[in-house]
């Protein structure tokens, strides 16, 4: 029987994580988040102070795995669920960095396509239209405006007592939209055949009914 793998790129903080969910609720489809597990090399490698060098002799160690438990994904190390550990801005702008690593990327590849041929999916990430799932039947790229991403995440992180200041957060997108479009290996960008989706001016309500809309036109 054929699943339906639905994709999901574009730059960090455009809500892709957020909407996924939603949308792969109302759909009934099994959610994959794979910066979740590129964040998770990440938290590996920086727990272990591993030199660039050796991270890809140390990768067979890392045992990293996605869990569906009570219908959600949880990111193991191991057999420790580091689902919230791997949300840190230390954590974010190391996995953009460890993502550009062909070891990195070879090893958690194959993971991906394996979850992809055996559910009906919905993967979000940078490259997965473009690279990671070439033939899937639907390309969404989810974007919005630098500002717009940074001021969303400054709200999320607003009650905190250690929140950047916005103008830190929108620094930091602006680096890693740099590092994400300009990294070797399979580098941020629109699939030929990715409908673009730009969030800036909707709420995430409207952005998910618009992503249900694109998907039931393309599939149905």
């Known amino acids: 029987m054929k699943t339906i793998n639905i ?6 903080g ?5 909407i996924a969910k939603m949308v792969s609720k109302e759909l009934g489809y099994i959610y994959v988040d794979t910066g979740a597990l590129y964040r998770t090399i990440a938290l590996y490698i920086t727990e272990n102070d591993i030199a660039d060098e050796d991270i890809e002799a140390s990768l067979e160690k890392a045992e990293v795995s996605l869990k569906f438990i009570d219908g959600a994904q949880r990111v193991f190390l191991g057999d420790r669920d580091v689902s919230d550990l791997i949300r840190t801005p230390e954590i974010s702008m190391a996995a953009s960095r460890t993502s550009a690593i062909p070891a ?3 090893y958690l590849f194959e993971t991906q396509q394996k979850i992809a041929r055996e559910n009906n999916i919905l993967m979000d990430g940078r490259d997965i239209g473009t690279v990671v799932l070439p033939n899937a039947d639907v ?11 940074a001021n969303r995440r400054f709200k999320e992180l607003s009650e ?19 590092q ?11 699939a030929e055949d990715a409908v673009l ?24």
Do not use: W
């Not at 455009?14 to 957020?18: E, F, L, N």
């Not at 300009?182 to 960008?189: D, M, N, Y």
């Not at 001016?201 to 036109?217: D, M, P």
């Open 7 to 12: 994709a999901i790129d574009g730059p960090a």
């Open 14 to 18: 455009a809500g892709k994580s957020t």
């Open 104 to 106: 990195v990327r070879a």
């Open 139 to 149: 390309k969404i790229f989810l974007t919005a405006s630098a500002e717009e991403r």
């Open 160 to 178: 905190k007592p250690d929140c950047p200041t916005y103008q830190e957060i929108l620094d930091d997108i602006i680096k890693r939209d740099y």
């Open 180 to 190: 994400d479009m300009h990294r070797e290996i399979a580098p941020l960008k629109q």
């Open 197 to 220: 989706v730009d969030t800036t001016e909707l709420n995430l309500e409207e952005s998910a009914a618009a992503i249900v809309k694109i998907i039931n036109e393309k599939i149905s």
